[in-house]
């Protein structure tokens, strides 16, 4: 009887546990078995229930019933992937010299390129019938960027590309981001690397769509924000905040964000669309007396919220968080025919039917974990402390709020992020009410952006709300611990302490000692995996040399401490080292780094390295002298600094070739070392080269 007032929760959570059984564990049934079962349970479900007027097989009609939804969910996982299709990019065999796309996405600014998600339609390829031949599939391009010019190509319009395609590589470091893995839930398996010259403009598409007016609104937002504010931080943040493109954020600004907790604001978001919301009952509560008011501001709502997600370019954690007001805003009309339990499942339904990989997204997980942690435990939190005051009241409910988002998020926020602000009640105190105050004062520029006097004056507040705001941001930051970092958990870790909080939840909630055990016995189970963790990757011994383009990155762990050696333009890329080296450093407990090798030597051009009874020799110049009848046991080349002469004096084990080599270097020394049969190592074909004690 309890679960009669949720069925779209029970349909939701079925239909999440098939999609993620099509997702994770797609091997295990088939396409055509997965069909042919949901055949007989809707053929059973039905018959059962038109054979008997009153439902005398509750637990049999649920059981097909739901097991219909999970079906439904594995069988849209198959439905979903492009890769099925027999004219994809992964089933072309041959080399493509050019092929025809349709621009998907707004150009993005990145390091020395301009990125663009293309839809491939037609290909060229190089085999004897060389004919254009219809193909499908989705890839990143890359377009040099030597003027920085972004390229004039919208959304829907045709494009011609000369060149062949890569594959998406898995990651070549431990621990490191899976941006193949990442992509591929997207649709997305190819990318490109071209020039400006390598693109050609085809055509406009005859009918521009939706989303293609929806990418002009953001521009014109964007340009009107450049226009009337000043000073790039303040740009910055007022794009992110009103329009949630954050490519103009430094690294600084964004370190500061989330280092006071503050990071959720900078992505237009559920927080964002739930202000606009309560902005728009507030200004209707006057009417609440009459009974039309509710559909009233039911479709206000909706067709407000729905502006708010077109001005932003439609994007996915906008979309996804007007979707699930909508369906709020839909059901307080109905009062108490339904609840909000009911809503956040029946859009989370919607969102999944539409596109089953949301489950895998962060911001979709963390939307919803936060809304429901929000609904769950603020008001049983806010009445355990009665302010009299109207300012502490206030003080408390944000406080509230807060502690209820954080508890509901902690688990997986320490496993995407590794890290936690110590002083996140304190900033969200006036972070909360200053971001609403620039989201406000930011869509109010854009609508009396017309009257250049009043856009201005409005531009000067905005700027002062997000000076004042970013201060806060970086005092914040600057107080003592006010981020705890490198904070290492595994997924199944990330499990564990999720099934705890969840017992403590329980705890309260039924007021019974078993959910109290239940929470000590994980507590246990979660310091188990943590130990074990630090036995096998902590407390170990390791070498690593990394697989960096164009860069030299070798590091020796030992208990925690790194020694490490890298060329000197990498050693200055924080971004680099976060992506590539980090993770490892993460997994493996690292709490300080040195630069310099004590353990370490250079004699006539070559770096020596003793290191767990092993001899390494690394050489990066052309000018090296090896000793005659040397041996090592790992022998590092960078830079195709091994000359052809010395090849055939190296004796070693192990050639390992770090990603500083070209690749017909490469592939000359590694023929030339597979005569002489002596283990050769590419880290850009082969990934990190690692030697654990």
Not at 117 to 140: F, N, R, S, Y
Not at 483 to 488: A, E, H, S
């Amino acid at each position: 009887m309890k679960w009669l007032p949720y069925p779209m929760i029970r349909i939701a959570l079925f239909f999440m546990g098939g999609a993620s059984l099509g997702i994770y564990f797609s091997n295990l049934v088939s396409f055509q078995v997965a069909t042919g079962l949901l055949i007989f349970c809707l053929a059973g479900f039905f018959t059962f229930k038109l054979s008997f007027a009153q439902n005398r097989f509750p637990v049999l009609l649920g059981f097909l019933g739901l097991s219909s939804v999970f079906l439904f969910g594995l069988i849209r996982v198959f439905l979903f992937i492009d890769s099925n299709d027999k004219n994809h990019l992964s089933r072309i065999k041959s080399d493509i010299t050019a092929y025809e796309a349709i621009v998907r996405g707004v150009p993005e600014k990145k390091a020395k390129s301009w990125r663009i998600e293309i839809e491939v339609t037609a290909i060229k390829t190089d085999d004897e019938a060389g004919a254009w031949q219809p193909a499908t599939g989705k890839l990143l391009l890359y377009i040099s960027a030597k003027d920085f010019t972004p390229p004039n190509f919208h959304y829907d319009d045709k494009i011609l590309v000369r060149g062949n395609l890569q594959e998406l590589r898995p990651p070549s470091n431990p621990g490191e981001f899976d941006f193949k893995r990442f992509l591929s839930f997207k649709n997305i398996s190819h990318q490109q690397f071209v020039q400006p010259e390598d693109v050609k403009f085809v055509s406009a598409t005859s009918w521009r769509g939706f989303i293609y007016y929806s990418h002009q609104a953001r521009a014109w937002s964007m340009k009107k924000i450049n226009e009337y504010v000043h000073g790039d931080d303040e740009r910055a943040i007022a794009i992110a905040l009103v329009l949630g493109v954050t490519d103009g954020i430094d690294n600084d600004l964004q370190n500061a964000y989330a280092a006071s907790g503050a990071m959720h604001v900078l992505a237009v978001s559920g927080m964002h669309v739930g202000i606009i919301y309560a902005i728009i009952l507030f200004l209707f509560r006057p009417l609440n007396k009459y009974k039309w008011c509710k559909w009233v501001v039911a479709l206000t709502s909706l067709i407000l919220l729905w502006a708010f997600a077109f001005v932003t370019g439609l994007s996915p954690s906008v979309l996804r968080a007007v979707t699930m007001f909508s369906f709020i805003a839909l059901a307080l009309p109905f009062g108490k025919q339904t609840n909000i339990y009911n809503s956040l499942g029946a859009s989370a339904f919607v969102l999944l039917v539409y596109n089953p990989f949301l489950i895998t997204s962060v911001g979709f997980q963390l939307s919803y974990l936060a809304v429901l942690g929000i609904v769950y435990l603020q008001r049983p939190i806010y009445n355990l402390w009665d302010i009299n005051n109207p300012i502490g009241d206030w003080v408390w409910k944000i406080t509230c709020v807060s502690i209820a988002a954080q508890f509901a998020t902690f688990a997986l926020s320490l496993l995407y992020f590794h890290q936690f602000p110590t002083y996140f009640l304190i900033s969200n105190l006036f972070v909360i009410p200053l971001s609403t105050a620039v989201l406000v004062s930011g869509i109010l520029l854009l609508t009396v952006s017309f009257i250049p006097p009043l856009a201005s004056f409005t531009a000067i507040i905005l700027e002062g709300l997000i000076k004042a705001l970013n201060w806060i941001v970086f005092s914040t930051e600057a107080l003592p611990f006010s981020l705890i970092n490198n904070i290492y958990v595994s997924a199944f870790q990330c499990w564990v302490l999720a099934a705890m909080l969840v017992a403590l939840i329980l705890v309260f909630e039924f007021k019974s000692m078993r959910w109290l055990y239940t929470s000590l016995v994980l507590v246990v189970v979660f310091a188990f995996l943590q130990w074990n963790h630090f036995f096998e990757s902590v407390d170990q011994r390791q070498m690593i040399v990394y697989s960096i383009n164009n860069h030299q990155a070798i590091e020796f762990i030992d208990r925690g401490q790194s020694y490490f050696v890298c060329d000197s333009s990498l050693q200055i890329d924080p971004e680099r080292i976060r992506y590539h080296i980090q993770p490892n450093r993460l997994i493996h407990g690292v709490s300080t780094t040195e630069f310099k090798i004590p353990f370490g030597k250079r004699i006539n051009g070559v770096n020596y390295y003793r290191w767990n009874n092993k001899t390494i020799a690394w050489i990066s110049e052309k000018d090296f002298k090896l000793p005659t009848n040397a041996f090592f046991d790992y022998l590092i080349v960078s830079k195709n600094s091994l000359r052809k002469e010395a090849l055939d004096n190296i004796n070693a084990n192990c050639v390992i070739l770090d990603g500083s080599n070209s690749k017909r270097f490469v592939t000359y020394i590694g023929e030339h070392m597979k005569n002489r049969k002596i283990q050769t190592h590419s880290v850009a074909l082969d990934g990190a080269y690692i030697f654990n004690d």
